[in-house]
Nanobody, 120 residues
Framework: QVQLVESGGGLVQPGGSLRLSCAASGSMFSINTMGWYRRAPGKERELVAFITRSGSTNYADSVKGRFTISRDNAKNTMYLQMSSLKPEDTAVYYC??????????????WGQGTQVTVSS
C-alpha cells in the first residue's frame, strides 16, 4: 500500500519561510510527477507547483519567485520551500504523486494535508 506523508506546516509571520516535505512509502515501482495543491477557506483548490521525475518544474503565477519545488528521487521525497510568505498563502497544502505500484498500475496518491497559516 502506497502512502504519502506530509510534514512541515505551521504558523509563520508574513515574510517568513517554511519548508514542506512529502514522503512516499510502500510498494512502488516508479514515481512520476509530484506536486502540491492548496485549498484556502472559501476558495477553490489551486495547483501550486509540480515537478516531473526528470526535474522539470511548473509554478502557479501567485507563487513564482517565492516558492521552490524539488525532489530527491533516492528518498522518494518532494519538498516545497516557501519564502516571502503572505497571508494569502494561508491554506491546507496537499501533496500528490503519480505512482506505478508493484503490480504495474498507475494511480494518483494524495497526502493528508498540512496547514500553513501566515499571520502576524
Amino acid at each position: 500500500q502506497v502512502q504519502l506523508v506530509e510534514s512541515g506546516g505551521g504558523l509563520v509571520q508574513p515574510g517568513g519561510s517554511l519548508r514542506l516535505s512529502c514522503a512516499a512509502s510502500g510498494s512502488m515501482f516508479s514515481i512520476n510527477t509530484m506536486g502540491w495543491y492548496r485549498r484556502a477557506p472559501g476558495k477553490e483548490r489551486e495547483l501550486v507547483a509540480f515537478i516531473t521525475r526528470s526535474g522539470s518544474t511548473n509554478y502557479a503565477d501567485s507563487v513564482k519567485g517565492r516558492f521552490t519545488i524539488s525532489r530527491d528521487n533516492a528518498k522518494n521525497t518532494m519538498y516545497l520551500q516557501m519564502s516571502s510568505l503572505k497571508p494569502e498563502d494561508t491554506a491546507v497544502y496537499y501533496c500528490y504523486a503519480a505512482i506505478i505500484d508493484s503490480s504495474g498500475t498507475w494511480s494518483t496518491y494524495w497526502g493528508q494535508g498540512t496547514q500553513v497559516t501566515v499571520s502576524s
